[in-house]
């Protein structure tokens, strides 16, 4: 960073995540979480934004996930619009047809080829318990090794995944999270938000600690903060995060 800036300055060019920008830059060189497996159906493409780019994830008749520009390149229409065609997808406006790699493959409209192939971004994706990833950086690309804990890769384990929106600068929400002393004033109530309520809390269990014995293998189940429910062979505190719980329990 130049010395020489400012400080509103040097702010500035830690908020911005644009390709060009050093943050930006910097960002791209890791594998990103951009989407949950179970929302992007095959046949069906979705508009993304990410790191400042306007992007079209789908997943491809064959059930692989794919990440390209957010536009097509002939009248820069929205390709989430258009149509999957295999492993493909087809612009809705004039039927330029794109692959997983942003290469464009068809033109209806004209017999003879370009001299030159016409490409849109395009980035690779890698789908690891319920989660889609995406690298947006530079060649070469990094082997997919992110911490992983063996527990969500046991067979007969259920996962459930969500995303919620933070509406700030992603700089704000890494400043939350270093700043330990809001915890015991902020987080004193301990909701982790409303959609994450999967049952209601029972009369006898406020204080119930989370010591049980699982008597059957585990899955995943979420919860919220200060009231327990009961589940199947298990007590489970709501607001830890990821509890362990039987494979597709319901509360009850």
């Known amino acids: 960073m130049d010395d020489n800036l400012s400080k509103v300055e040097q702010f500035k060019l830690l908020i911005e995540t644009g390709p060009s920008t050093p943050m930006g830059t910097l960002l791209r060189k890791f594998w990103h979480p ?5 929302k992007l159906e095959k046949g069906k493409a979705q508009a993304l934004r990410v790191l ?6 789908y997943r491809g008749e064959g059930g692989r996930p794919y990440l390209i520009g957010g536009r097509c390149a002939h009248r820069c229409t929205v390709l989430h619009t258009g149509v999957i065609q295999g492993e493909q997808i087809r612009c809705m406006y ?12 068809d033109i209806p409209a004209e017999k003879q080829p370009r001299s030159r192939p016409i490409t849109i971004a395009g980035y690779p994706v890698h789908e690891y318990s319920g989660v889609v990833f995406a690298y947006l950086g530079e060649q070469p690309v990094p082997t ?3 911490p992983r804990k063996h527990i969500l890769e046991e067979k007969g384990r259920s996962t459930l995944v969500y995303k919620s929106v933070w509406d700030c600068n992603w700089f704000q929400h890494v400043e939350n999270s270093l700043d330990a002393v809001h915890v015991s004033f902020a987080h004193l109530w301990g909701s982790v938000g409303q959609d994450l309520l999967l049952c209601p809390p029972t009369r006898h269990a406020q204080s119930a600690p989370l010591t049980g014995r699982l008597s059957k293998p585990p899955g995943t189940l979420y919860g919220r903060a200060a009231d327990v429910c009961r589940v199947p062979d298990i007590w489970v505190r ?3 995060g990821i509890v362990s719980g039987p494979p597709c329990a319901r509360p009850r």
């Open 52 to 57: 400042g780019e306007d992007l079209t994830l």
């Open 144 to 146: 997919f090794d992110l």
């Open 34 to 38: 951009i989407a949950v497996s179970e």
């Open 94 to 105: 004039h039927g330029w047809r794109y692959d997983g790699t942003g290469l464009c493959t």
């Open 238 to 240: 709501r607001g830890k």
